[in-house]
T-cell receptor, first 116, second 111 residues
């Protein structure tokens, strides 16, 4: 069975600080996808990134970067120079490619509070 | 950019009433899903739907829930007899090989 763990329930930082969100996953599949979503106070789920299990290259998109370490089953997310607008709950999720229906299994989420 | 559309955005219903949550998935997507998020908790998978039938469902998706694709565009979630604990945000999603897109959700409040 697949499982996603986000050990940090809440992180509070001051604007312009960097913040790293941890995500550890468990799966028996060799082919899978990892996702990060942002959920602002308005409640919608905003897609940030999808990474497949064969692509271990780290990725940078503006102030966001992701570190995929297959050896430790982790897919960590860093926000550089945080801003107040980054305040949200961030979810890591896993989809097993071979599973019928491609459901996403979400972690418990990390609430990020960026103070001015 | 194509969107998954959910209506209504907020629904209040009395305990024991039936509710139907509606979704219009992205037109070329083949898989459709419903997820639930109780306030302050994580997003939980309810059901996936492919080729006009359920492909997978979770333990949460018991007999009070049903899904339907009544026409070529809509995808609905019916809760037959709502309970207080059904109060949650319900997200519809659709996917194909490259994308997995969520709607903005329907907040269901059972009173």
């Amino acid at each position: 069975a697949q499982k996603v763990t986000q050990a940090q329930t809440e992180i509070s930082v001051v604007e312009k600080e960097d913040v790293t969100l941890d995500c550890v996953y468990e799966t028996r599949d060799t082919t899978y996808y990892l996702f990060w979503y942002k959920q602002p106070p308005s409640g919608e789920l905003v897609f940030l990134i999808r990474r497949n299990s064969f692509d271990e290259q780290n990725e940078i998109s503006g102030r966001y970067s992701w570190n995929f370490q297959k050896s430790t089953s982790s897919f960590n997310f860093t926000i550089t120079a945080s801003q107040v607008v980054d305040s949200a709950v961030y979810f890591c999720a896993l989809s097993e490619a071979q599973a019928a229906g491609n459901k996403l299994t979400f972690g418990g989420g990390t609430r990020v509070l960026v103070k001015p | 950019e194509p969107e998954v559309t959910q209506t209504p955005s907020h629904q209040v219903t009395q305990m024991g009433q039936e509710v139907i949550l509606r979704c219009v998935p992205i037109s070329n997507h083949l898989y459709f899903y419903w997820y639930r998020q109780i306030l302050g908790q994580k997003v939980e998978f309810l059901v996936s739907f492919y080729n006009n039938e359920i492909s997978e469902k979770s333990e949460i998706f018991d007999d009070q829930f049903s899904v339907e694709r009544p026409d070529g565009s809509n995808f609905t979630l019916k809760i037959r007899s709502t309970k207080l604990e059904d109060s949650a945000m319900y997200f519809c999603a659709s996917s194909e090989a490259r994308g997995y897109t969520f709607g903005s959700g329907t907040r269901l409040t059972v009173v």
